[in-house]
């Protein structure tokens, strides 16, 4: 396998082409001995046909390390064999410590995470959740002094949490560092501030309150419509993208204060711990909870010793604000491009490369009535050169109806500059431009059989059992336009 390096805004391996990657989040919520999920051979073998090759391997910390100190060697053994699998199949491992409200606190409010032992709550009790699982972000104190305890790197057991957290990470970046199946360390799924959560979550309820009121963006006539008739989709489309930074951008300030004050110091501190063990694996720079929503993120590059780490990226998330709820059938591309957009403004600023960490969270993976949604993002996906992760694998998801819509042709990788790349579905056409100076050969992903026009010379590295296959290109000198065309299917 090709190590997988940065180089401004693009993934590259050695070559120097520029590498796109696209895959699903598989994760592990539940406590356990061993991975949850048996990604064997035969996962493997439909995973690479569907065109996937990066997995965001989402794990928790008290599976990791169930007493302090103590690391559960038959659940790393599991990693162990998803890894070495990984290799065999050509597959990257982003490995991600996955958390939400920063702990499953024995099972109650819907959370997952650090293990009871590192859990500070001065006494407070987790409870079960009303609405959304996420209210306890802002509600949950349980949540939030955990949260405090973490950032302050607040002793338990003799050591600092942030300490005995870093000294996991070294303990795993010693294991996999040498893996040509890593990709990278994604340190930490979606902090939260801790207790300035409840402070940020009423600017942001004042400010849609004001733009609702004032706002010449918001379609009243539609709402006062919509409610008559009890159309939620129509209620829903009346709150546009464009309106989104204007209640958010409040929080601003405290977010950056988060971020300078707590935030920067532990992806510096991750950072340093992970280097010590390997060179190798990218370091992902995870947005806080609330960046989901485009409040703005603030922080710089990630720093070890005080030099810019030279491999790093940044890994976007971002769902509709119906997401959890049975209204995510109405989800709106617009409003969740708007978040996007906001992203790409930290991307260019960052100057790293991004691939989507998290999008989709359809509850059930079967259902096709929000594919328009999908598709739309993953259009939008591709006019920023953005890999994507999908949220997240069901354990069936290889034969289900979601591989109609993410198994879909696509760079693999680009011996060239100036790309640009998209799928017409309307038309069956798939386009790949980017300029060559005629070395190297470019790989494309086709899902279906296809015929194909422009660049110079093709070759098929790969065909799969399902139709797909992987296309090598010899370009020509000069700007190369190609066109792949699969054929309609009849309705």
């Not at 294991?175 to 340190?187: C, E, H, I, V």
């Not at 010793?305 to 617009?334: I, R, S, W």
Request: proline share 5%.
């Amino acid at each position: 396998m090709d190590e997988i390096l940065t180089k401004g805004l693009h993934f590259v391996d050695k070559q120097g082409r520029i590498r796109i990657l696209n895959g699903m989040n598989i994760d592990d919520k539940l406590i356990g001995d061993v991975f949850r999920y048996d990604l064997n051979e035969e996962f493997f073998e439909k995973y690479t046909a569907n065109g996937f090759d990066l997995i965001r391997l989402a794990v928790q910390w008290a599976n990791i390390e169930p007493a302090p100190g103590s690391y559960s060697e038959s659940y790393l053994m599991s990693l162990d064999r998803i890894f070495e699998l990984a290799e065999k199949h050509g597959v990257y491992i982003l490995l991600d410590m996955h958390q939400d409200l920063y702990s499953g606190f024995g099972g109650v409010g819907g959370g997952d995470g650090a293990p009871e032992w590192a859990c500070i709550t001065d006494g407070y009790k987790a409870k079960p959740y009303k609405f959304v699982w996420a209210e306890a972000y802002v509600f949950g104190k349980w949540v939030k002094r955990s949260f405090d305890h973490f950032w302050n790197n607040d002793a338990v057991f003799g050591k600092g949490l942030q300490d005995r957290y870093a000294d996991m990470w070294k303990m795993l970046a010693k294991r996999y560092g040498s893996s040509p199946a890593l990709f990278g360390f994604d340190f930490l799924n979606e902090p939260a501030p801790g207790s300035a959560a409840k402070k940020m979550a009423l600017k942001v309820a004042l400010g849609a309150v004001k733009s609702f009121l004032f706002s010449k963006k918001i379609k009243r006539g539609q709402i006062a419509s919509a409610l008559l008739r009890r159309d939620p989709k129509k209620l829903l489309d009346s709150i546009p993208g464009s309106i989104i930074r204007d209640i958010v951008y409040v929080v601003d300030p405290l977010e950056e204060e988060f971020e300078k004050r707590y935030y920067t110091p532990f992806l510096n501190k991750m950072a340093a711990a992970v280097r010590q063990e390997t060179e190798r694996g990218i370091l992902m720079i995870e947005q806080p909870f609330l960046c989901n929503s485009a409040v703005k993120l603030s922080l710089p590059p990630i720093s070890v010793n005080g030099k810019t780490e030279p491999l790093q990226c940044f890994g976007p998330h971002a769902y509709d604000m119906t997401v959890d709820t049975p209204l995510y059938k109405y989800a709106n591309a617009d409003r969740v491009k708007a978040f996007f957009s906001e992203m790409r403004l930290s991307q260019l600023r960052l100057n790293v490369p991004a691939v989507v960490g998290e999008w989709g969270g359809c509850s059930n993976n079967k259902d096709t009535s929000w594919f328009p949604h999908a598709k739309e993002l993953l259009e939008y996906f591709d006019g920023n050169c953005w890999g994507q992760l999908y949220w997240d694998y069901h354990g069936d998801d290889m034969d289900a109806p979601l591989m109609e819509m993410l198994s879909r042709p696509h760079p693999v990788a680009v011996a060239g500059t100036d790309i640009s790349y998209g799928f017409d579905e309307s038309n069956a056409t798939f386009t790949l431009s980017f300029d060559s100076d005629g070395s190297g050969e470019s790989v494309i992903y086709a899902h279906k059989p296809c015929r194909h026009e422009g660049g110079g010379s093709f070759r098929t590295l790969k065909e799969y059992k399902n139709g797909a296959s992987l296309a090598a290109v010899k370009a020509v000198t000069g700007r190369n336009s190609i066109t792949l065309y699969f054929e309609q299917e009849r309705r």
